[in-house]
């Protein structure tokens, strides 16, 4: 990643959004060629000179410190994740092609067995860990249920990127296909801020942006988000449309992985959905037949 053109990017792109009334500042008039604030308006909501945002602008970050970055993140109203990215991109321009990282983030496929056990002992709670390029790294029965479409492909891991843009069962499996695009898009954005030299994670985003024109457009906005909570709206093949809420938990023992865990409201018609998956997915039914979609993944896999 080009981490000089990303901080570019992304000031850019945040200043261009806000309004004078947005940041309280006053409109003499004028005519103003470019959307957004002017540069020596964000330098003057931050309190420094312009010479100096319009340097960090132009991507040279050295020896920027984190109080100009969050005087900068309070003149741009960013948000958390914003804050967060910014600071990650300014620190891996400062680290070069060799960042000295505390501690190495776990990406690759090994999965403890305990993390395992615990995803197995769920049996009513589908439930997964990830890691920040979106693979699925480790799966409970019922989650493999609920994400059938996901593992009809073989390539492995399953990844939610791929999926989305590259899958033409995606528009059909997600009800809001644009917030599953924008929000995976986001998401992979703000990896690539915190991982800027994981290859693995450079081929991704080229396979994707090369493959799919919606992807290139969301990826050239340059918006982050970070994974905690929120609803997936999902159009089952075998069960119908299902309302699941979501948490995700940063793993303390295994950085750069999420566990995330998927409810239903309870009485709802997508807790019956869920049931009727649990019992097909259920150990003791694998036998039976009962669930088409499950039998073909298992004889894929």
């Given at each position: 990643m080009d981490t000089r053109n990303d901080i570019r990017e992304?000031?850019?792109?945040?200043?261009?959004?806000?309004?004078?009334?947005?940041?309280?500042?006053?409109?003499f008039g004028g005519r103003r060629r470019v959307?957004?604030?002017?540069?020596?308006?964000?330098?003057?909501?931050?309190g420094m000179s312009v010479e100096y945002y319009?340097?960090?602008?132009?991507g040279n970050a050295t020896g920027v410190s984190e109080s100009v970055l969050d005087g900068i993140s309070?003149?741009?109203r960013l948000d958390d994740a914003e804050r967060t990215h910014l600071h990650d991109l300014v620190r891996a321009a400062n680290q070069g092609a060799h960042p000295n990282r505390r501690r190495p983030r776990t990406t690759t496929a090994q999965i403890r067995p305990g993390m395992q056990q615990l995803l197995d002992a769920m049996q009513t709670v589908p439930a997964f860990v990830q890691n920040g390029r979106l693979d699925i790294l480790a799966i409970n029965r019922l989650g493999q249920a609920v994400f059938s479409e996901m593992f009809v492909q073989p390539q492995r891991p399953a990844n939610f990127g791929r999926f989305v843009f590259l899958d033409s069962r995606a528009p059909q499996y997600y009800r809001d296909w644009d917030d599953a695009a924008q929000q995976t898009v986001a998401l992979l954005r703000a990896e690539?801020?915190?991982?800027?030299?994981?290859?693995?994670?450079?081929d991704l985003v080229g396979e994707l942006s090369t493959r799919s024109e919606q992807f290139r457009?969301?990826?050239?906005?340059?918006?982050?988000?970070?994974?905690r909570t929120g609803v997936k709206r999902i159009r089952h093949p075998l069960v119908g449309?299902?309302?699941l809420q979501y948490e995700a938990m940063s793993l303390s023992n295994d950085l750069g992985l999420s566990f995330i865990a998927y409810t239903a409201a309870p009485d709802s018609t997508s807790s019956e959905a869920l049931a009727l998956l649990t019992s097909w997915s259920a150990p003791e039914a694998s036998g039976r037949g009962s669930s088409p979609?499950?039998?073909?993944?298992?004889s894929a896999n």
């Open positions: 992304f000031l850019t792109t945040r200043r261009a959004r806000l309004t004078l009334d947005d940041v309280d500042l006053p409109d959307p957004g604030l002017r540069r020596e308006e964000v330098a003057l909501l931050a319009v340097r960090l602008e132009r309070r003149a741009l690539a801020g915190r991982s800027p030299y994981d290859r693995t994670l450079s457009v969301l990826w050239a906005s340059h918006d982050v988000r970070e994974h449309d299902l309302d979609a499950l039998d073909a993944d298992a």
